[in-house]
């Protein structure tokens, strides 16, 4: 069974920065290389929407609101996930959760989600 844990979300003041960090556990024999994975969040009321995805072969692709302030990256032999937020605006509050595809299988999962909270 794939688990993900998210931590580094907390409290940042507008302009600030925080880096969040997925870690999988995965099943033997399993290679954290032949998963997509991004990163969702989800704010009070409104729908859970991609903030940034890195392909199982290094692509990729950011949601316009967060280009040039967010950078995912993915380190396969330690099985994490990373987003580092910059420039952080109140708008970026959200809950954000860890994402990962099986690309043999199209299996989703889906993290706890961790908090982050930006004060203006």
């Known amino acids: 069974q794939v688990q993900l844990v998210e931590s580094g979300g907390g409290l940042v003041q507008s302009g600030g920065s925080l880096r969040l960090s997925c870690a999988a556990s995965l099943p033997d024999f399993s290679f954290f290389g032949l998963y997509d994975t991004g990163w969702y969040r989800q704010a009070p009321g409104k729908q859970r929407v991609l903030v940034a995805e890195?392909?199982?072969?290094?692509?990729?692709n950011y949601a316009d609101s967060v280009k040039g302030r967010f950078t995912i990256s993915r380190d396969n032999a330690k099985k994490t996930v990373y987003l580092q937020m910059n420039s952080l605006k109140p708008e970026d509050t959200a809950v954000y959760y860890c994402?990962?595809?099986?690309?043999?299988?199209?299996?989703?999962?889906w993290g706890q989600g961790t908090q982050v909270t930006v004060s203006s």
């Open positions: 994402h990962a595809t099986q690309i043999r299988t199209s299996y989703n999962y």
């Open positions: 890195v392909s199982s072969v290094g692509t990729t």
